[in-house]
C-alpha cells in the first residue's frame, strides 16, 4: 500500500495482547494534529476518523473541526476501518494493531511486536469478529473473534513454485533456516479489499491474488506487472481496477482481461474511490488526482504537490489524507 512511500518520506507463531514485550507509550497531543502526516481516513457513517505519524487518530463530524483520539501508541498507523459506525480498527508499524468501540474517540492496544520490526500496511474486517491485517514481507494476521487474539499465516499458496521447492525441501533439512525464510520470502501485502463475491489481495512484484471462501484459501491471479500494487478497487456491475507504483494503473470489465491505461504521469497511486458512476478517482504522490472516467484517464494535480495518501467523500466535498494533513477540495455538481 504506502510502504515504499512512508520510506520515501522518512517518517518513519500466533500473537495476542499477551505477546506485548513492552508498555508502548501514548500518543502525545498535538494542537494541530490534523496537519500532520495522515495515512488513511474513513467515514463511518456519523463522522470521518484518519490516521497517522506517530499513532495520530483524529476525528471530525463536520470535516472543518477535528478532535484528537486518546490512543495508546506512537507508531505510525498505516491503516484505519470500521464495522458499523462504532467499532473500528487501525494497524501500524511494529506489528500494531489498535481497537475502538466508541467510534475512534478511545483506542485500546490488541497487538504489537516491536522485535518483528516490520508494519502492518492493511486492515479489513468482513464482520464485527472475523477480520485480516497484512503487510511487510507476506505479513498476514487473521482474527476470528474481533482482534483479542490475532494468529499469523503463512500464505505458502502465494509462492512462486521454484520458492514452493526450495522451502519444502529446507523444511526437512534445515528447520530454523525454514523458519527464517519464511519470515522473507513472499512480497509486501499493501491491500486487502472485500469485493461482493471474494477478498482481494495486492502487493510487491505484481502480486494479485483473490480468495473465494472468506481467506481461507488463497490463489495468485494472472501477472499483469511486475512492480508494485497499492490499491484495488471493484464495483457492483464487476469493473475492477487496481494501481500503484509509477502511476501503473490496469482496468478490468467483467469477465474480460486486465488493461493497461494509458498515463504519463508517473505519480505512484496509494488509493482508489469511486466518485459517481464510471468515475473512479485514484489519490497518488505529488498531489495528483486522477480521474477515471467512461475508460477515460485525466489529471489534475494540487498546487501543494504533497502526497495523497487516501480521501473520502463527504458533504459534497472530497477530504483527503495526506503527506500534510487533512485537506478539503469541493467536488463538481
Given at each position: 500500500m504506502k510502504y515504499m512511500l512512508y520510506a520515501g518520506l522518512?517518517?518513519?507463531?500466533?500473537?495476542?495482547?499477551?505477546?506485548?514485550?513492552?508498555?508502548?507509550?501514548?500518543?502525545?497531543?498535538?494542537?494541530?494534529?490534523?496537519?500532520?502526516?495522515?495515512?488513511?481516513?474513513?467515514?463511518?457513517?456519523?463522522?470521518?476518523?484518519?490516521?497517522?505519524?506517530?499513532?495520530?487518530?483524529?476525528?471530525?463530524v463536520d470535516a472543518k473541526d477535528w478532535q484528537q483520539?486518546?490512543?495508546?501508541?506512537?507508531?505510525?498507523?498505516?491503516?484505519?476501518?470500521?464495522?458499523?459506525?462504532?467499532?473500528?480498527?487501525?494497524?501500524?508499524?511494529?506489528?500494531?494493531?489498535?481497537?475502538?468501540?466508541?467510534?475512534?474517540?478511545?483506542?485500546?492496544?490488541?497487538?504489537?511486536?516491536?522485535?518483528?520490526?516490520?508494519?502492518c500496511l492493511d486492515i479489513l474486517f468482513t464482520t464485527e469478529q472475523h477480520g485480516f491485517a497484512v503487510g511487510a514481507y507476506g505479513m498476514f494476521y487473521e482474527t476470528t473473534d474481533g482482534g483479542e487474539n490475532w494468529q499469523k499465516r503463512f500464505l505458502d499458496s502465494l509462492l512462486f513454485t521454484e520458492d514452493q521447492e526450495y522451502l519444502n525441501d529446507l523444511k526437512g533439512s534445515d528447520p530454523d533456516a525454514y523458519e527464517a525464510e519464511t519470515a522473507s520470502i513472499l512480497p509486501h501485502f499493501n491491500r486487502i479489499v472485500a469485493t461482493g463475491n471474494k477478498l482481494m489481495l495486492v502487493g510487491e512484484m505484481g502480486l494479485l491474488a483473490h480468495s473465494t471462501d472468506d481467506g481461507k484459501t488463497w490463489q495468485r491471479d494472472e501477472e499483469i506487472y511486475m512492480g508494485s500494487f497499492f490499491a484495488y478497487a471493484s464495483?457492483?456491475?464487476?469493473?475492477?481496477?487496481?494501481?500503484?507504483?509509477?502511476?501503473?494503473?490496469?482496468?478490468?470489465?467483467?469477465?474480460?482481461?486486465?488493461?493497461?491505461?494509458?498515463?504519463?504521469?508517473?505519480?505512484?497511486?496509494?488509493?482508489i474511490i469511486k466518485a459517481a458512476e464510471n468515475h473512479w478517482l485514484l489519490l497518488a504522490n505529488s498531489g495528483v488526482i486522477f480521474h477515471y472516467i467512461n475508460d477515460q484517464l485525466t489529471v489534475e494535480q494540487l498546487a501543494d504537490g504533497k502526497a495523497i495518501l487516501d480521501a473520502v467523500i463527504f458533504d459534497k466535498q472530497l477530504i483527503m489524507a495526506s503527506e500534510n494533513g487533512i485537506k478539503v477540495k469541493g467536488m463538481a455538481r
Open positions: 522518512a517518517v518513519a507463531a500466533s500473537l495476542s495482547t499477551q505477546s506485548i514485550a513492552s508498555e508502548p507509550l501514548a500518543a502525545i497531543t498535538a494542537i494541530k494534529a490534523d496537519k500532520t502526516l495522515l495515512t488513511d481516513i474513513e467515514y463511518t457513517g456519523k463522522q470521518l476518523v484518519a490516521v497517522g505519524k506517530h499513532g495520530t487518530v483524529i476525528t471530525s483520539a486518546s490512543v495508546p501508541t506512537q507508531v505510525l498507523l498505516t491503516a484505519v476501518t470500521f464495522n458499523g459506525s462504532e467499532r473500528g480498527w487501525a494497524c501500524g508499524h511494529d506489528a500494531t494493531i489498535i481497537n475502538t468501540t466508541d467510534g475512534g474517540a478511545n483506542w485500546q492496544l490488541q497487538q504489537v511486536n516491536t522485535q518483528l520490526d516490520k508494519p464495483d457492483e456491475r464487476g469493473e475492477e481496477i487496481v494501481a500503484g507504483l509509477r502511476g501503473n494503473i490496469f482496468s478490468r470489465h467483467p469477465d474480460g482481461q486486465w488493461q493497461q491505461i494509458d498515463n504519463n504521469k508517473t505519480a505512484t497511486v496509494n488509493s
